[in-house]
Nanobody, 116 residues
Framework: QVRLVESGGDLVQAGGSLRLSCVRS?????????MGWHRQAPGKQRELVAD???????NYADAVKGRFTISMGNFKSAVYLQMNSLEPEDTAIYYC?????????WGQGTQVTVSS
């Protein structure tokens, strides 16, 4: 059973930066195909922010390209999201996930609030 715990969410002014972390425990790292981040703003659907596959290939939503960078820790122990040039539109709960052949595991989320 994969367990994911996020941290790093905070209140920040527009133009600022945050680094989100998601630590994995449990599960077999060899079956993890990808890890990533989604976000959900109030009244909106959950949407992809970025993900990264086992071979290091990263994929970003258009809204965050050039501002956010995703990376994975050794042995898929963690996934990180460096967020720069934050905008009020980035305000949301950010959820970490891990994709396996058996399904997708999710963390509990961490709140990011960007003030204008």
């Amino acid at each position: 059973q994969v367990r994911l715990v996020e941290s790093g969410g905070d209140l920040v002014q527009a133009g600022g930066s945050l680094r989100l972390s998601c630590v994995r425990s449990g599960g077999n790292l060899f079956v993890i195909q990808a890890m990533g981040w989604h976000r959900q703003a109030p009244g909106k659907q959950r949407e992809l922010v970025a993900d990264i596959t086992s071979d290091g290939t990263a994929n970003y939503a258009d809204a965050v390209k050039g501002r956010f960078t995703i990376s994975m820790g050794n042995f898929k122990s963690a996934v990180y999201l460096q967020m720069n040039s934050l905008e009020p539109e980035d305000t949301a709960i950010y959820y970490c996930n891990a994709r396996t052949p058996g399904g997708v595991y999710w963390g509990q989320g961490t709140q990011v609030t960007v003030s204008s």
